[in-house]
């Protein structure tokens, strides 16, 4: 069986940051469309849009956020595999983020193009919020 999709581009440029593990989560970090903050006994690790973020903080940067358009049933098997594997073969790295209804793939903005054309070509329909038209689906 296969499994499409509709994904969503979203209009903001995100960044990735790592912070000590106790370091208190900043002001900074809870603004915008998406942010997601995960400490482990290795990091703080943070994603949030890029213009929020100080200049000071090392981060990866910009990544533009393609959603699964939600809410996904939990008995739902191969979502990420189905995006993922595609976009490794192609050679796009992706940082995918899964929340309780759906999930996010991250793309390098300089990617975000080649990343689309892949999805596309399996089957994934593609929309843009904010975006000029970059060949996607309406």
């Not at 994904?7 to 002001?27: H, K, N, Q, S, V």
């Not at 006994?41 to 990544?63: G, H, K, N, Q």
């Not at 191969?78 to 309780?100: K, Q």
Request: with cysteine; aromatic share 6%; net charge negative.
């Amino acid at each position: 069986m296969t499994l499409t999709l509709t994904l969503i581009l979203l209009p903001e440029t995100f960044a990735i940051c790592r912070l000590a593990p106790e370091a208190p989560l900043p002001y900074w970090a809870t603004g915008g469309s998406l942010f997601s903050i995960t400490r482990t006994a290795e990091e703080l690790s943070i994603v949030c849009a890029d213009r929020r973020i100080p200049e000071t903080v090392i981060c990866d940067r910009p990544w533009q956020a393609l959603k699964v358009d939600g809410p996904l049933d939990f008995a739902l098997i191969g979502i990420l595999a189905s995006l993922a594997t595609p976009l490794a073969e192609a050679g796009i790295s992706i940082f995918a983020i899964s929340t309780y209804d759906t999930d996010y793939l991250l793309v390098k903005q300089a990617q975000v193009k080649a990343a689309i054309a892949v999805l596309k070509q399996q089957g994934h329909r593609l929309v843009s919020l904010g975006h000029p038209d970059e060949g996607l689906s309406p």
